[in-house]
């Protein structure tokens, strides 16, 4: 039997790609992820990440991912309410994944608070019947889940650090890092406005503009 697992890097941050990884793998070859020593991706360090990602792949059938842009998300986001649409933007992309992979059953981590109603967002993009198991933190219970988050987050770093080659250091990206917020200052005291790589649409970053805006009426 064909198993995938399927998780995300980057939800939360407001720099960024959102990155969806997925992972197919034979039900038999399961044990050999658990002897590798794979967990949740936020458990391990950097280096260890990258070298479980090369593992990973060799005894992987396959593997796949799929990159939001922060102008994609943006995008739906500014529509309606953000987690609800967000959850159906990711919902979207698991299903990508899953088309491309092609397993028996795949699980995934579910992103809405209802693990059944996001399994049936993906089950209505996807052009084929397959088991889906949508549980929250299911990349720290199952292996294949923890393999698919090791690979999304080495793919997110992997953007990260061009983004910082090029602009600077910003930190991890997350509204929780001061090193981000005062890039976030600097970018629209410096261009009046955000880069591309900016999640615009988030209240972080909405909140910086908005202070930004009234420093620069109290300067007129």
């Known amino acids: 039997m064909l198993v995938a697992g399927v998780d995300d890097a980057g939800r939360g941050s407001v720099i960024g790609p959102l990155v969806?990884?997925?992972i197919l793998i034979d039900d038999k070859d399961l044990p050999k992820l658990i002897q590798l020593g794979v967990k949740?991706?936020?458990?391990?360090?950097?280096?260890?990440?990258?070298?479980?990602?090369?593992?990973i792949k060799q005894i992987a059938k396959k593997h796949a991912f799929v990159k939001l842009?922060?102008?994609e998300i943006d995008k739906v986001v500014e529509?309606?309410?953000?987690?609800?649409?967000l959850n159906w933007l990711e919902a979207q992309a698991m299903a990508k994944i899953i088309e491309l992979l092609k397993p028996d059953i795949a699980y995934v981590d579910a992103s809405d608070v209802l693990e059944e109603r996001f399994k049936q967002q993906i089950l209505e993009f996807l052009p084929?019947?397959?088991?889906?198991?949508?549980e929250h933190k299911a990349d720290r219970r199952y292996p294949v889940v923890s393999a698919a988050s090791i690979i999304a987050k080495v793919e997110r770093?992997?953007?990260?650090?061009?983004?910082?080659?090029?602009?600077g250091d910003f930190g991890c990206g997350y509204p929780t890092d001061p090193k981000t917020v005062e890039f976030l200052h600097y970018c629209l005291e410096t261009f009046k406005e955000y880069p591309?790589?900016?999640?615009?649409?988030?209240?972080?970053?909405?909140k910086v503009k908005s202070e930004n805006d009234s420093r620069q009426k109290r300067l007129v």
Do not use: C, N, Q
């Open 40 to 55: 949740d991706s936020k458990l391990l360090s950097p280096s260890r990440r990258e070298t479980l990602a090369v593992e």
């Open 79 to 85: 529509k309606g309410r953000k987690l609800h649409r």
């Open 157 to 167: 770093d992997r953007e990260i650090a061009e983004l910082k080659a090029k602009y």
């Open 20 to 22: 969806i990884a997925g």
């Open 128 to 134: 084929f019947k397959v088991e889906i198991v949508s």
């Open 69 to 71: 842009s922060p102008a």
């Open 196 to 206: 591309e790589f900016v999640r615009k649409s988030w209240k972080p970053a909405k």
